[in-house]
């Protein structure tokens, strides 16, 4: 899963970057692309491996882009190149400052920032769709392709972006090589000093976040650098006195999950116990080709345990012998926490 952190310059991107990757890149405006790769924590594969003690522990892993900021809210308009590169990254995290920044002219204005973005993402995309579009016509494409067109240029024109069309209103199979920005997942990130780390996003904003089909997550970057820092075992501590049940990493994580609607499945042995993200509502045919080619190819049926089952019989033996492994076909939809194991021959 590929995130890109995107926002102006001043909101404290590449503070957030650093914190979640653990990295240590350079603060401060321009630079190019920077990566960094987490691993997703996940108690259930802690266990499962406590249980296996396999050679090998393999976690799902999230990267994060730090995409270089624009100089400010003010700006007429995202550079080209910075569209170009927001526009290959599989969802969006917008940094919003909250915060007192000497460096950055006038006073944090989260909703502002969030409204000049999602704005100006809009007219990029209407652009893009209407040069679509005009060459449809021309060319007398199907009538369902031009019809699509017009949906999205209309809601576009209303100053909404694609996001908010259900599956059923728009089909996306066909748009996949336009890298619409408005269509990309979006996770609004209000990073506050320490004061404000814990408080609820103020109403209006989330009013906002709702209207465009984003989600919202409020974090101190800098406070989180600093309990990053921290020995494991002092973490804890430090953030329930800021008023935390979790790290901001964690947060993150679950609430882009939630975002792209992931879940993970499980393969198990002496090898390896290794996670795997698919969408929701994957088939296990397709899910298996996320393990390998040949699986996918080849397969035959899955052998399917749910977490659950297995820690409550304590081993593959015991959920044998209770007659509670599931035989599954191709279009069994794989559930979160399966335990999977793959038949297929090649």
């Known amino acids: 899963m590929k995130i890109g952190l995107v926002g102006y310059a001043g909101?404290?991107?590449t503070t957030v970057f650093n914190t979640m990757t653990g990295l240590a890149v350079p603060v401060g405006y321009g630079g190019g692309l920077r990566l960094g790769t987490v691993r997703v924590p996940d108690k259930r594969i802690d266990r499962l491996s406590g249980i296996f003690k396999p050679k090998k522990t393999t976690?799902?892993?999230?990267?994060?882009?730090d995409v270089p900021g624009e100089r400010g809210a003010e700006r007429k308009g995202l550079s080209t190149h910075a569209l170009a590169t927001i526009r290959q990254q599989e969802?969006?995290?917008l940094v919003l400052r909250d915060f007192k920044n000497p460096a950055v002219e006038g006073i944090?204005?989260?909703?502002?920032d969030l409204s000049g973005f999602s704005d100006e993402c809009i007219l990029a995309d209407l652009e893009l769709v209407e040069g679509l579009l005009t060459r449809a016509r021309r060319e007398n494409t199907p009538p369902a392709d031009r019809n699509r067109l017009e949906r999205m240029q209309g809601v576009l024109e209303d100053g909404r972006p694609l996001r908010i069309l259900s599956v059923k209103e728009l089909d996306r199979e066909c748009l996949r090589n336009y890298q619409l920005l408005t269509d990309r997942p979006l996770l609004v990130v209000v990073n506050?000093?320490?004061d404000g780390a814990a408080d609820a996003l103020p109403d209006d904003l989330t009013a906002r976040i709702d209207e465009l089909g984003a989600?919202?997550?409020?974090?101190?970057?800098?406070v989180e650098a600093e309990i990053a820092a921290l020995d494991p075992q002092d973490q804890a501590a430090f953030?329930?006195?800021?008023?935390?049940a979790e790290s901001a990493l964690a947060r993150f994580i679950r609430a882009a999950y939630g975002l792209l609607d992931l879940i993970s499945f499980f393969t198990v042995g002496e090898d390896e116990v290794r996670a795997w993200t698919i969408p929701r509502g994957m088939p296990a045919r397709k899910?298996?080709?996320?393990?390998?080619s040949d699986l996918e190819r080849g397969f035959i049926r899955a052998e399917v345990i749910p977490y659950e089952v297995f820690i409550e019989r304590g081993s593959e033996q015991a959920v044998k012998e209770a007659g509670l492994v599931q035989t599954e076909g191709k279009e069994y939809l794989v559930a979160d926490g399966d335990i999977m194991n793959i038949r297929f021959n090649v």
């Open 287 to 292: 899910a298996a080709g996320k393990i390998h």
């Open 11 to 13: 909101s404290g991107k």
């Open 59 to 65: 976690y799902a892993e999230m990267i994060f882009c």
């Open 108 to 112: 944090a204005d989260p909703l502002r």
């Open 91 to 93: 969802a969006l995290a």
């Open 239 to 244: 953030l329930q006195d800021l008023g935390l």
């Open 192 to 194: 506050r000093d320490e």
């Open 215 to 222: 989600m919202g997550l409020a974090l101190s970057a800098s």
